[in-house]
């Protein structure tokens, strides 16, 4: 039987692939859809990891924010007696200001450019980016920046350690050229300095922390901390669950989840048209050839695993056409582009894979449908 079963499959391919016309149309509306559905949903994961961006970077082991807060960049001063609280409560081996602010810079070219400021806290410079030149201890000379080295790099000029720049009236000076883990989302370049220095130079209203940093002791802690927070009417929340935060922020309350979902079903239908047309064609065209198939012995259930191995290795050499295009498609994009945010995980891969299976079952399901109505004597006959 399974010598019989390999047979029939055999000549169900080489009657596909001899027909050159309708098995090139079947690759090419596969790979097109796997291609469009793999990009819409690489691009929106590239900027779910940017929106993480200033999380990643600081790489905090939780965040306490006010309940408000959605994104990083978005915050609201926190209250000082809530960092004092924290510093006591049991559980918390250290909690730290951090400042994020927006602000705009004049360039030595006499143009403005929008920058994003963080400030650490002065003392330990927790979740400083690695510098890719200068030394550290500079950060606390007077008027002292670091720069981050990032795709927003060149709208500052291309400075260099030295460069200076004016912001809100005050002298800033370049002593460091920073790399980080991810690039921002909002396309402005981003200044490190310290906190202090950064509430002097930003104007801000009268609390001036915007996050507070948090490492428990024990991750059994963790619990314990955040119900001591929200007693307080705050959040405390891990690294993980404010990045959820901010991922069900971008899918549900922006029109970014909603226009990705759209493009991906569009591709999706695309691909189910192109391919269930071309298939059920295909079928059609050769229903004398089933018949015949029928006549000398060939079994309803042999025809149906015909059908589906075709289908199958259709859909399979499709998908893996399509993702080989879309991954040379997003490796040139980022080698021209820099602001290019698109990116390939499992997900989107396992996602890809279960619809070109969709699509596969559909269109195998009208083809079985109508192989199996064929009688042997209407073949003959005919």
Do not use: C
Not at 57 to 83: E, G, K, R
Not at 229 to 252: M, P, S
Request: hydrophobic share 50%; no cysteine.
């Amino acid at each position: 039987m399974r010598l019989k079963n390999k047979g029939i499959l055999l000549i169900g391919l080489k009657l596909l692939i001899n027909d050159r016309a309708k098995f090139s149309a079947l690759l090419i509306g596969i790979s097109f859809a796997v291609f469009l559905m793999t990009q819409m949903t690489a691009m929106f994961a590239g900027i779910l990891n940017r929106a993480h961006s200033t999380v990643s970077n600081i790489a905090a082991p939780m965040w306490v924010i006010d309940p408000a807060v959605n994104t990083p960049t978005s915050s609201i001063t926190l209250p000082d007696y809530l960092l004092a609280a924290l510093r006591s409560m049991p559980g918390v081996d250290y909690a730290l200001p951090l400042f994020v602010g927006g602000a705009q810079v004049r360039l030595p070219s006499g143009t403005y450019q929008g920058v994003t400021v963080i400030g650490l806290d002065d003392a330990s410079l927790f979740g400083r980016p690695e510098l890719e030149q200068g030394e550290l201890q500079d950060i606390y000379a007077d008027n002292a920046f670091f720069v981050v080295d990032d795709a927003e790099y060149d709208k500052l000029e291309h400075p260099q350690i030295g460069s200076s720049f004016e912001l809100n009236d005050h002298r800033g000076v370049i002593v460091g050229i920073a790399k980080v883990v991810s690039n921002g989302l909002n396309g402005v370049p981003t200044l490190y300095t310290t906190y202090s220095r950064a509430t002097e130079y930003l104007p801000t209203t009268r609390f001036t922390i915007s996050y507070i940093l948090v490492r428990p002791r024990h991750t059994d802690d963790i619990a314990r901390i955040q119900q001591s927070v929200a007693a307080l009417g705050y959040l405390a929340l891990t690294r993980d669950e404010f990045n959820k935060r901010i991922t069900d922020f971008y899918t549900y309350r922006t029109g970014i989840g909603t226009n990705i979902l759209l493009m991906t079903v569009i591709s999706f239908l695309v691909g189910l048209s192109i391919s269930g047309q071309t298939f059920y064609s295909f079928i059609t065209e050769n229903l004398e050839k089933f018949g015949a198939l029928k006549a000398i012995g060939a079994k309803g259930r042999d025809l149906v695993e015909m059908i589906l191995g075709m289908a199958i290795v259709t859909a399979m050499t499709g998908f893996g056409l399509g993702i080989g295009l879309v991954t040379l498609t997003i490796s040139l994009a980022r080698a021209r582009l820099p602001n290019y945010a698109a990116m390939i995980g499992f997900w989107n891969l396992a996602l890809a894979l279960v619809m070109v299976l969709i699509i596969a079952a559909i269109s195998s399901w009208f083809a079985i449908r109508r192989v199996l109505k064929i009688e042997p004597f209407d073949i003959f006959r005919s």
